[in-house]
């Protein structure tokens, strides 16, 4: 997947909500923090670790939307860093073989990894975490590019509304 697009997007928004809200600090460790909240309510929402629960995951689109808050924030840390000349999604192939609790618990040891060292490999490592996420939960890459467009649009409402 080509992800130019996202990342010029993604600009925009940052810059968009930074000025509404008139942000002029450093705030790489706030979407760091956003980044590992997001990724605990896609855990939640999927429900993969709930045991002792008979109730199935949530519908399909709660799903993709909070998979894609994930991403928005992943977009943000690598603009913040000036990573974002990534063109392609990095994937580990070997990641596929993992369920998809121990995907989350990697995914989120990548991104304590990569907010203590913002390298490019620690950045990519999180990308193929993620992306080995999608492919556990069936997401195709044009699934995941809609619900980014659908949800991008939603951040400026969100904002024009006064949240
Ligand atoms: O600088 C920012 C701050 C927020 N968001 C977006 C990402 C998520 O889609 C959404 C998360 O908002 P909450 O619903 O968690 O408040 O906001 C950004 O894209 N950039």
């Known amino acids: 997947m080509h992800l130019q697009q996202l990342f010029k997007m993604q600009k925009s928004l940052d810059t968009y909500i930074q000025s509404e809200k008139k942000i002029t600090n450093d705030v790489f460790l706030e979407k ?8 605990a309510e896609l855990a939640n929402e999927t429900r993969c670790f709930k045991f002792w629960s008979e109730k199935g995951p949530s519908e399909k689109h709660v799903i ?10 992943l977009l943000s840390l690598g603009i913040e860093k000036n990573l974002n000349d990534l063109e392609n999604w990095p994937v580990h192939q070997q990641h596929k073989d993992e369920s998809l609790t ?7 040891d990548s991104i304590n990894q990569f907010l203590q060292i913002s390298t490019i490999d620690n950045y990519e490592n999180v990308w193929s975490w993620y992306g080995a996420v999608a492919s556990k939960l069936g997401f195709t890459h044009e699934e995941i590019i809609q619900a980014y467009f659908d949800k991008n649009e939603k951040n400026y409402e969100r904002q024009r509304s006064g949240y």
């Not at 760091?32 to 990724?39: D, T």
């Not at 121990?102 to 989120?108: G, V």
Request: proline letters at 0%.
């Open 32 to 39: 760091g923090l956003a980044l590992l909240v997001e990724l």
């Open 64 to 73: 993709l939307e909070e998979y894609v808050d994930s991403i928005h924030f």
């Open 102 to 108: 121990m995907l989350f618990i990697h995914t989120q």
